[in-house]
């Protein structure tokens, strides 16, 4: 005689639990930015002479300059007080943006990717005004006579970022 079956109860299996992953992982990113920030700078910096001129393509020239303000040279011609004052304040929003980032979300991507290129950027162009005093600077976009102010792949991190922060604002306006 064969043994009765018993039912099989119908259960709903209960998939494992999704691994989020800390917004810090993205902090590799930071690191990549500032990487290839300094070693652009020490190349330009080593076979470039100040204010020396090559042209990449017909809207774009490699110049290196030594910027001693901020953003777009502004201040550049102050007394000194800027270093220490962009130092600080550099150091201070990288603090700011690391409290950002290990707070946010595990699982979203596109706000700690912004915060890692800002960040990167942010403290690319901090070793450069501790160690030399000023940012370097190399990257010179024009269209014919007319030249956009000079940049580095530290700034262009934060653009970057800067630019990825306000979509993710507007991303979370939409979001219900």
Same mark, same amino acid.
């Given at each position: ?18 691994? %989020? ?7 590799? @990113?930071?690191?990549?930015?500032? !990487? ?9 910096? $080593? ?5 020396? %001129? ?5 809207? @774009? ?8 303000? !901020? ?31 290990? %707070? ?14 800002? @960040? ?8 450069? $005004? ?10 010179? !976009?024009?269209?014919?006579? !007319? ?16 630019? @990825? ?5 507007? %991303? ?5």
């Amino acid at each position: 005689m064969a043994a009765e079956e018993q039912p099989v109860p119908m259960t709903t299996p209960v998939p494992p639990p999704v691994q %989020r992953t800390h917004p810090a992982a993205w902090l590799w @990113l930071s690191a990549a930015v500032i !990487a290839l920030d300094q070693a652009t700078k020490f190349l330009v910096a $080593r076979f470039f002479e100040l204010y020396e %001129r090559v042209e990449v393509l017909p809207v @774009l020239d490699f110049t290196l300059l030594h910027n001693t303000g !901020a953003a777009f040279s502004m201040l550049a011609g102050a007394s000194g007080w800027q270093r220490p004052f962009f130092v600080t304040l550099g150091i201070a929003v990288s603090v700011v943006l690391l409290v950002w980032m290990w %707070r946010s979300p595990r699982g979203d991507k596109l706000l700690p990717v912004a915060l890692a290129l800002v @960040l990167g950027g942010a403290v690319g162009n901090v070793i450069d $005004r501790v160690r030399l005093g000023y940012v370097i600077d190399f990257i010179h !976009a024009h269209w014919g006579a !007319a030249y956009f102010p000079a940049f580095n792949i530290a700034d262009s991190a934060i653009t970057v970022g800067a630019a @990825l922060l306000i979509v993710d604002a507007f %991303r979370e306006k939409r979001s219900p």
